[in-house]
């Protein structure tokens, strides 16, 4: 499976971003999906995940960032409303075969290039 995440930039808090990761396979379906990220100088962290039926979020984001998925163009998508500076980030997608934790980079098999986010006060 190959991921390419889009949809980065810069844009003021309180501002909206979508990213999209596009996925190769044909199984695409069948995959948890993640979104992660990574501000400078700290850990990557969890931010959302989809299995096929079930969404998670980090308390940070949740109720701010929607993540959602359209199987039939193998796209993962990642809503984010209501930005803050400390939303900086470059995000990751993710694919994986479990369902067990969805918020552990380890559940992940794939990931995608990260996309820069930029949100400025």
């Known amino acids: 499976v190959q991921l390419q995440a889009s949809g980065g930039g810069l844009v003021q808090a309180g501002g909206s971003l979508r990213l999209s990761c596009a996925a190769s396979g044909r199984t695409f379906s069948s995959y948890t999906m993640g979104w992660f990220r990574q501000a400078p100088g700290k850990e990557r962290e969890f931010v959302a995940a989809i299995t096929w039926r079930r969404t998670y979020y980090a308390d940070s984001v949740r109720g701010r960032f929607t993540i959602s998925r359209d199987n039939a163009k193998n796209t993962v998508y990642l809503q984010m409303n209501s930005l803050k500076p400390e939303d900086t980030a470059d995000y990751y997608c993710?694919?994986?075969?479990?369902?067990?934790?969805?918020?552990?980079?380890?559940?992940?098999?794939?990931w995608g290039q990260g996309t820069e986010v930029t949100v400025s006060s």
């Open positions: 993710a694919a994986g075969s479990r369902y067990s934790a969805p918020h552990l980079a380890s559940e992940y098999d794939y």
